[in-house]
């Protein structure tokens, strides 16, 4: 079994900054990528930023400049450090993990930027 336990949302105002984790435990010998992805009710769950195990990251476009992604050394905790923050970037993030050829999904974690 696979467990994902993320932390980190709240209520920020814009401009504001927040810092997301999502650590995996369980039956994760294998494990690849990690990554963040967001959801607003009227949209798809969307890619944020990954990062492999080996440090390559890829982020949206909209985040560049603004999100960092990083790894721990034993590499089962992801972050997610969210900087300037934008009405827009409010949303549910989702953490999800590659492990042997399956993906798996935290539970989620709300974001509101909001004044």
């Known amino acids: 079994q696979v467990q994902l336990v993320e932390s980190g949302g709240g209520l920020v105002q814009p401009g504001g900054s927040l810092r997301l984790s999502c650590a995996a435990s369980g039956s994760i010998f294998g494990l690849t990528a990690m990554g963040w992805y967001r959801q607003t009710p009227a949209k798809q769950r969307d890619l944020v930023a990954s990062i492999t195990s080996s440090g390559s990251t890829i982020y949206a476009d909209s985040v560049k400049g603004r999100f960092t992604i990083s790894r721990d050394n034993p590499k089962t905790t992801v972050e997610l450090q969210m900087n300037s923050l934008k009405p827009e970037d409010t949303a549910v993030y989702y953490c999800?993990?590659?492990?042997?050829?399956?993906?798996?999904w935290g539970q989620g974690t709300q974001v509101t930027v909001s004044s």
């Open positions: 999800k993990i590659y492990v042997r050829g399956r993906n798996y």
